[in-house]
């Protein structure tokens, strides 16, 4: 099994920065892409931006310039920082990572519990 935990979600004016957090256990050989989504009411769940095992990002349109994705390979984690936030952004974030769990495995999309943040106007 492996666990996606997220953290540091919240409740912030909009023009203010959150940071969000994600870490991985369990059993797990390696991570391939490591990314963040967010599902706001009524819409489906959409990529924010993703990073590759050797640093390569890929970023919404809505979030380019303002949204940075980060990966610590060697705790298995993956940070979102947000800056310049606005209402738009509220939503439910999610972490999503892809594991395998020996050298000849395949990998699977595995996905934390999300975390709540709110952007207000």
């Known amino acids: 099994q492996v666990q996606l935990v997220e953290s540091g979600g919240g409740y912030v004016q909009a023009g203010g920065s959150l940071r969000l957090s994600c870490a991985a256990s369990g059993i797990i050989f390696r991570i391939n892409d490591m990314g963040w989504y967010r599902q706001a009411p009524g819409k489906q769940r959409e990529l924010v931006a993703r990073?590759?095992?050797?640093?390569?990002?890929n970023y919404a349109d809505s979030v380019k310039g303002r949204f940075t994705i980060s990966r610590d390979n060697a705790r298995n984690t993956v940070s979102l920082q947000m800056n310049s936030l606005k209402p738009e952004d509220t939503a439910v974030y999610y972490c999503?990572?892809?594991?395998?769990?020996?050298?000849?495995?395949?990998?699977?999309?595995?996905w934390g519990q999300g975390t709540q943040v709110t952007v207000s106007s």
């Open positions: 990073i590759s095992d050797v640093g390569s990002t």
């Open positions: 999503n990572a892809d594991v395998s769990k020996c050298s000849r495995c395949s990998y699977y999309s595995n």
